[in-house]
């Protein structure tokens, strides 16, 4: 059965491209973390799709993110943590955890939560993707 994990969370507008850059090229800016890397590590992630949203909040100096990873199964997602757990520098961990926190508003981080396809409620449309 498919499952996704989101999380949501916010950022000053300010910082936007900064977060933009941190989510896809990791904290060292060299692609050994984040979308970037995980795109070309397969092995490691094993969710079938993954996406980042955001969108600026009306009179405010904030904007809402959120993602969701979607896998084709719970076996799949756990194996996904673990190898992601193992493969992760605890250096790097540690770099990425503290821009992160640096970036997004102080307690606005909701999840990360896990949700189970309901059958029979999967709609596609094969033209449209």
């Known amino acids: 059965m498919p499952v996704i994990e989101t999380a949501q969370w916010r950022v000053k507008k300010?910082?936007?491209d900064k977060f933009l850059n941190l989510v896809v090229h990791g904290p060292y800016n060299d692609d050994s973390m984040g979308l970037t890397y995980q795109?070309?590590?397969p092995e490691i992630y094993r969710y079938a799709k993954t996406r980042t949203w955001s969108r600026p909040l009306d009179d405010s100096d904030e904007e809402d993110w959120f993602f969701i990873d979607e896998y084709n199964s719970m076996d799949d997602y756990h194996e996904s943590h673990k190898n992601y757990a193992s493969?992760?520098?605890?250096?790097h961990m540690e770099k990425m955890t503290k821009l992160q926190s640096e970036l997004m508003v102080?307690?606005?981080l909701q999840g990360p939560?896990?949700?189970e396809?309901?059958?029979?409620?999967?709609?596609?449309?094969?033209?449209?993707l």
Do not use: C, L, M
């Not at 396809?117 to 449209?128: H, K, L, S």
């Open 14 to 16: 300010a910082n936007h």
């Open 39 to 41: 795109s070309k590590h």
């Open 87 to 91: 493969q992760a520098e605890e250096v």
């Open 106 to 108: 102080p307690d606005s």
């Open 113 to 115: 939560y896990v949700w």
């Open 117 to 128: 396809e309901q059958p029979g409620t999967n709609i596609q449309f094969a033209d449209r």
